[in-house]
């Protein structure tokens, strides 16, 4: 069975307080990994998707990372608007399910 | 605009009483799919679609029911509620690209559902 773990549970930030959240997985082959951000009361964004070991995605003030086992999501100087749940999910090459993890609480304070 | 729109957003109901949840996407995607979510337990999958009439279940799918009559739709149908449903449930579309996922998924904006 596919697993995703996240932490850490919750994290709070001064603005311009660099840190990252951390995605361990354990899949049998993994097609891909991704990264959403859910504010709340609403559905979860789209960040990034990302295939295989040594791959990187940036936006703006993220940056996502993955390895054979886990993935990061570093934020660098973040700012209040960064405030959310950070949801990472894995999909494996034998199906269409997808797993998602309990996500991180992100508050950044100004 | 591109969306995924879901009906009711919110629903109060009596345990054993029939209920459909649609959803629909105008963004020609192929992929559709529901969740649940849950304090403490995250999002879960319930059910996603590949294509029309092409079904299958997720980690939670006791308890629900889909279809996928057209390209467009994909409701969520609970024959006989119970209180372990009260959840937060959303509809999600995907595109797939050039026969795999891009993976872009679009989210509605969730139905709280209450069973009581």
């Known amino acids: 069975e596919d697993q995703v773990t996240q932490s850490p549970e919750a994290l709070r930030l001064q603005e311009g307080e660099s840190s990252s959240l951390n995605c361990s997985y354990t899949?049998?082959?993994?097609?891909?990994l991704f990264w959403y951000r859910q504010d709340p009361g609403k559905g979860p964004e789209f960040l990034f998707t990302l295939y295989s070991a040594g791959e990187e995605k940036e936006k703006e003030r993220l940056k996502a990372t993955l390895t054979k086992k886990e993935s990061f999501l570093h934020i660098t100087a973040p700012k209040p608007e960064d405030s959310a749940t950070y949801l990472c999910a894995v999909l494996p090459r034998s199906n269409y399910k997808l797993t998602f993890g309990k996500g991180t609480l992100l508050t950044v304070n100004p | 605009e591109a969306q995924v729109t879901q009906n009711p957003r919110y629903l109060i109901t009596v345990t054993g009483k029939k209920l459909t949840v649609t959803c629909s996407q105008n963004m020609n995607h192929e992929y559709m799919s529901w969740y649940r979510q849950d304090p403490g337990l995250g999002l879960r999958q319930i059910y996603y679609s590949m294509n029309v009439e092409v079904t299958d279940k997720g980690d939670v799918p006791e308890g629900y029911k889909v279809s996928r009559k057209e390209k467009r739709n994909f409701p969520l149908i609970l024959e006989s509620p119970s209180p372990n449903q009260t959840s937060l449930y959303f509809c999600?579309?995907?595109?797939?690209?050039?026969?795999?996922?891009?993976?872009?998924?679009?989210f509605g904006p969730g139905t709280r559902l209450t069973v009581t």
């Open positions: 899949v049998s082959g993994l097609r891909g």
């Open positions: 999600a579309s995907s595109p797939l690209a050039g026969g795999d996922f891009s993976y872009e998924q679009y």
